[in-house]
């Protein structure tokens, strides 16, 4: 697909099959009052998230840390971009409080960019994984971590706490880095993905289609993706956050994803969640079983 339809003046009509409910019911009301109470950040809000109302309503909740302002400037991504006020030291804590008192079995874990601070925000990474694993030795932990721009120290913090899976997005194919991620490297975050399985962890990544990738290059990121140790990975369908971000190319049928989830297992990966409304945290409890 030509790179110039991801810029096309028309938009194009959602199909039918990305319609989803409003998030409604008790459990979803009592996750959004313990969210607005701990003052805590969750990118099911700030990602604008589709399945929202489905997960909160389940009593399950992705947190944000290190604020809710972005030092990078993805065109697909719904956070704020700016320059980040001082993080809260006190952060580790709540979100373990938060999480102990939701009883989460699987929590996942992510953040912004925090490309000014000097550790990329590792330590409070590392803090809130050892602090929830303190308050709720039961619960399994996803991160889903930045791009630590080559900081392979930092990235090595990150990822010590204790968590069961570490997630790091690839997004998209490589060609299209320069218009989806403009600020990242393709080969660098293959990188921080085959440091991160040689680091013993369960890795996870996730791309978004329909942005104007062809199926031979989400073929091929696959392929890259399992020589540098990826043993998860969840495709979805982009969804334009507002008109300023980049415009939907192509809204992918159903029955292609089907199609990429037995390509991804065919190719070596041990897991694929793919599906028109899936995101990196949807179903995130069935990965974490996935064997080494």
Same mark, same amino acid.
């Given at each position: 697909m030509a790179e110039s339809t991801v810029v096309a003046e028309q938009r194009i009509k959602k199909p039918d099959w990305l319609r989803v409910k409003l998030p409604v019911g008790p459990d979803y009301a009592r996750v959004r009052n313990l969210v607005d109470t701990h003052k805590l950040h969750t990118i099911c809000e700030s990602g604008n998230c589709p399945n929202m109302g489905e997960c909160w309503g389940a009593g399950t909740a992705t947190f944000m840390i290190l604020g809710n302002v972005c030092t990078r400037s993805c065109t697909f991504c719904a956070v704020a971009t700016g320059r980040p006020t001082e993080y809260d030291a006190d952060e580790p804590r709540r979100v373990a409080d938060a999480i102990k008192l939701m009883g989460v079995k699987h929590?996942?874990?992510? &953040? @912004?960019?925090?490309?000014?601070?000097?550790?990329?925000? #590792? $330590?409070?990474?590392? /803090?809130? @994984?050892?602090?929830?694993? /303190?308050?709720?030795?039961? !619960?399994?932990?996803?991160?889903?971590?930045?791009? !630590?721009?080559?900081?392979?120290?930092?990235?090595?913090? +990150?990822?010590?706490?204790?968590?069961?899976? @570490? &997630?790091?997005? +690839?997004?998209?194919?490589?060609?299209?880095?320069? @218009?989806?991620?403009? /600020?990242?490297?393709?080969?660098? &975050?293959?990188?921080?993905?085959?440091?991160?399985? #040689?680091?013993?962890?369960?890795?996870?990544?996730?791309? +978004?289609?329909?942005?104007? $990738? !062809?199926?031979? $290059?989400?073929?091929?990121?696959?392929?890259?993706?399992? $020589?540098n140790g990826l043993m998860i990975l969840t495709l979805g369908q982009y969804l334009q956050p507002t008109k300023l971000h980049l415009q939907v190319a192509e809204f992918i049928h159903p029955d292609t994803f089907a199609m990429y989830k037995e390509e991804g297992l065919k190719r070596g990966l041990k897991y694929v969640e793919s599906g028109p409304l899936v995101r990196s945290s949807y179903h995130a409890e069935r990965h974490v079983h996935v064997p080494f």
């Open positions: 929590a996942v874990i992510t &953040s @912004v960019n925090r490309d000014e601070l000097k550790d990329r925000g #590792a $330590e409070i990474w590392y /803090q809130t @994984v050892v602090q929830t694993k /303190q308050q709720s030795p039961q !619960t399994t932990i996803e991160t889903l971590i930045p791009d !630590t721009k080559g900081n392979w120290d930092a990235l090595y913090r +990150m990822i010590e706490g204790g968590q069961e899976v @570490v &997630s790091h997005n +690839m997004e998209t194919v490589g060609r299209l880095y320069r @218009v989806v991620r403009p /600020q990242a490297k393709y080969e660098r &975050s293959l990188e921080q993905i085959k440091r991160t399985r #040689a680091a013993g962890k369960r890795t996870k990544s996730g791309i +978004m289609l329909g942005v104007g $990738e !062809t199926k031979d $290059e989400v073929f091929k990121a696959m392929d890259d993706l399992v $020589e």
